[in-house]
């Protein structure tokens, strides 16, 4: 069976070139299929990131469902490829924290057991049921656009975070419940980014281009 490898020149994963093929051996079908989970795994987070995690995906979809390791990583983090024929399974990268935290949400534990602030991808964004009930599997599902979270207790009116679901800015999802968490919506790298030497300032809080 041929391997994969991440290809950074084409954002993708091909086969790798150091596995023995046949002439005109085509990927199997299950070949296919796992170089298409990695690929929506390494697109769930910031690929410096994504490009070195462990891929895994869940055993199945329920409570008790476990994580099945698709490729072994060197870094802490765990990215999932999602499946977007169900609700609520959708391409993440965790860190442990994080991962702690997603996994008692799945199971329906009471509140969530991280001992510290953890953070999770979603920059290929989501659907789920609800943003104010964690344990709401039944409601229409509610298209969620590209963020991330970072999951600590917030409070909206506490913190001044609205707690409505939105496009832009950030918000507290599952407010004044033990899930609340904070939603930053889109990703990491929006906005022009300052460079003292190719930018200008400006009292707008805006960067130019230097002429």
Same mark, same amino acid.
């Given at each position: 069976?041929?391997?994969?490898?991440?290809?950074?020149?084409?954002?993708?994963?091909?086969? %790798?070139?150091? $596995?023995?093929?046949?002439?005109?051996?085509?990927?199997t079908p299950e070949e296919e299929s796992l170089a298409c989970k990695?690929?929506?795994?390494?697109?769930?987070? /910031?690929?410096?990131? &994504? @490009?070195?995690?462990?891929?895994?995906?869940?055993?199945?979809?329920?409570?008790?469902?476990?994580?099945? $390791?698709?490729?072994?990583?060197?870094?802490?983090? $765990?990215?999932?490829?999602? %499946?977007?024929? #169900?609700?609520? %399974?959708?391409?993440?990268?965790?860190?442990?924290?994080?991962?702690?935290?997603?996994?008692?949400?799945?199971?329906? @534990?009471?509140?969530?057991?991280? &001992?510290?602030?953890?953070?999770?991808? *979603?920059?290929?964004?989501? %659907?789920?049921?609800?943003? #104010?009930? /964690?344990?709401?599997? #039944?409601?229409?599902?509610? /298209?969620?656009? /590209?963020?991330? *979270?970072?999951?600590?207790?917030?409070?909206?009116?506490?913190?001044?975070?609205?707690?409505?679901?939105?496009?832009?800015?950030?918000?507290?999802?599952?407010?004044?419940?033990?899930?609340?968490?904070?939603?930053?919506?889109?990703?990491?790298?929006?906005?022009?980014?300052?460079?003292?030497?190719? $930018?200008?300032?400006?009292?707008?809080?805006?960067y130019e281009d230097r002429a």
């Amino acid at each position: 069976m041929a391997s994969f490898v991440y290809n950074s020149a084409f954002q993708c994963c091909v086969p %790798n070139p150091l $596995t023995p093929r046949g002439e005109g051996e085509v990927p199997t079908p299950e070949e296919e299929s796992l170089a298409c989970k990695i690929n929506r795994a390494l697109a769930s987070g /910031p690929i410096s990131i &994504t @490009k070195n995690a462990t891929i895994a995906d869940w055993s199945h979809w329920g409570p008790d469902r476990t994580i099945v $390791t698709l490729r072994e990583g060197t870094n802490h983090w $765990t990215a999932f490829p999602g %499946n977007e024929n #169900t609700v609520g %399974n959708v391409p993440m990268c965790a860190d442990p924290m994080g991962l702690q935290w997603i996994r008692d949400a799945y199971a329906g @534990k009471p509140a969530p057991t991280n &001992t510290a602030p953890g953070l999770i991808y *979603m920059l290929c964004g989501a %659907n789920q049921h609800t943003t #104010t009930t /964690p344990s709401d599997r #039944t409601s229409p599902a509610i /298209p969620i656009g /590209p963020h991330y *979270m970072v999951l600590w207790p917030f409070d909206a009116e506490r913190d001044g975070f609205p707690d409505t679901i939105r496009d832009q800015g950030a918000w507290v999802m599952f407010d004044k419940t033990p899930y609340a968490h904070l939603h930053v919506c889109g990703t990491p790298w929006a906005g022009k980014e300052y460079d003292r030497e190719k $930018t200008k300032a400006n009292w707008e809080l805006r960067y130019e281009d230097r002429a």
